[in-house]
């Protein structure tokens, strides 16, 4: 079953109903993610499905791609990086229950009212995937020519004339 995504929701509740949420969610609504952007053009496709797993481990599945308009660092061009992002977040109400989780699920600390931002898990996930030094990969990479060192003058050892005095009081 697939509906709108509302603003806030009852994680507990969505996971026993097993509710699956997916649509598009604009760039330039993200105010967490915008400052890394070259700009707030384009929209990211998600899925945000609740369930239960063999185990009884209550997880909501994040689903999202997107193509993030970058800077490159190395031509100082905009460029578009694909991201596709496949996340397992385990839901537990409390740290000590992280370490139950199976490997590859990330836990998501939740309280008691299970209250959650949906908009805010899918950005979340879209922060991490942004590199931490763009590169368009399309990019040449930039040689430089460096000059060569200029040769270093021999300057006197100011304490040349103390080593002197002190091999005349011998």
Same mark, same amino acid.
């Given at each position: 079953m697939s509906a709108s995504l509302p603003p806030v929701l009852d994680a507990w509740r969505m *996971? /026993?109903?097993? $509710?699956?949420?997916?649509? $598009? &969610?604009? @760039? !330039?609504?993200? !105010?967490? &993610? $915008?400052?890394?952007l070259a700009d707030a053009d384009g929209d990211c496709r998600f899925e945000v499905e609740f369930g239960v797993d063999a185990m009884g481990m209550r997880y909501v599945d994040v689903r999202a791609e997107a193509e993030l308009p970058l800077l490159c660092q190395r031509s100082l061009e905009r460029f578009l990086h694909p991201v596709r992002i496949n996340q397992r977040l385990g839901l537990v109400t409390d740290e000590s229950q992280e370490a139950a989780l199976p490997e590859g699920v990330e836990p998501l600390l939740l309280d008691a009212s299970g209250e959650l931002n949906? /908009?805010? @898990? *899918?950005?979340?996930?879209?922060? @991490? /995937? *942004?590199?931490?030094v763009p590169i368009d990969p399309a990019s040449a990479e930039l040689e430089a020519e460096w000059p060569e060192e200029a040769e270093v003058e021999e300057k006197p050892n100011p304490f040349a004339a103390l080593a002197a005095l002190k091999e005349q009081k011998k």
């Open positions: *996971v /026993a109903a097993k $509710r699956l949420f997916d649509g $598009r &969610l604009p @760039l !330039s609504g993200m !105010s967490r &993610l $915008r400052p890394v949906p /908009a805010g @898990l *899918v950005e979340d996930e879209l922060i @991490l /995937a *942004v590199p931490v």
